[in-house]
């Protein structure tokens, strides 16, 4: 399957709180949908974000790839204190282009941030998440499987079929 989408993982915070961290005072209304997890997390849409909890993690899908990596900002502003006391996980999946990566957030600030383009690092700071060192890539390097190991060393849960989305419109 190619993946081409991006989410963003909030711990301790509702899916509304991750949402607000995502998109500030742009809206994002609740349709009254509910999605699988194969549909937020693969689906085409470019003007809808997928929003669940999962454990104590909300987690929202971006499939238009506009807010996810964009995070940093937002943590760094501390949209009204979503950020302050928690960690965020933003990863984005683009096989179209052979782009995979992540940033990890502590506290509002970046402690980690990987991104590789066609195998090769152009974005990396922070030290490596313990995990990093115990996936075995491919000879291509780095893909959705890569970041679907640090998804769930982060978060403690992988994809999971079962898992019902909250579609909001932007």
Same mark, same amino acid.
């Given at each position: ?34 999605? =699988? ?22 987690? $929202? ?19 009204i204190g979503i950020a302050a006391?928690?960690?965020?996980? =933003? ?31 152009? $974005? ?29 060393? $982060? ?16």
């Open positions: 399957m190619g993946w081409n989408t991006s989410a963003v993982f909030v711990a301790d915070r509702t899916p509304q709180q991750a949402l607000t961290l995502l998109v500030g005072d742009e809206h994002a209304d609740q349709v009254g949908e509910l999605v =699988t997890a194969d549909a937020a997390t693969s689906g085409l849409r470019g003007d809808v974000l997928y929003a669940a909890q999962t454990g104590g993690w909300s987690q $929202v899908w971006d499939p238009s790839m506009r807010y996810a990596m964009g995070i940093g900002q937002a943590a760094a502003g501390d949209r006391g928690t960690r965020i996980l =933003t990863v984005i999946f683009a096989s179209v282009s052979s782009t995979y990566g992540f940033e990890v957030f502590d506290d509002g600030a970046l402690t980690r941030a990987v991104v590789y383009a066609d195998g090769e690092p152009v $974005v990396e700071s922070g030290e490596p998440l313990p995990v990093e060192s115990t996936i075995t890539l491919p000879s291509w390097g780095p893909d959705e499987d890569f970041v679907w190991s640090v998804i769930e060393a $982060v978060t403690g849960f992988g994809h999971q079929d079962e898992q019902l989305f909250a579609v909001h419109q932007l």
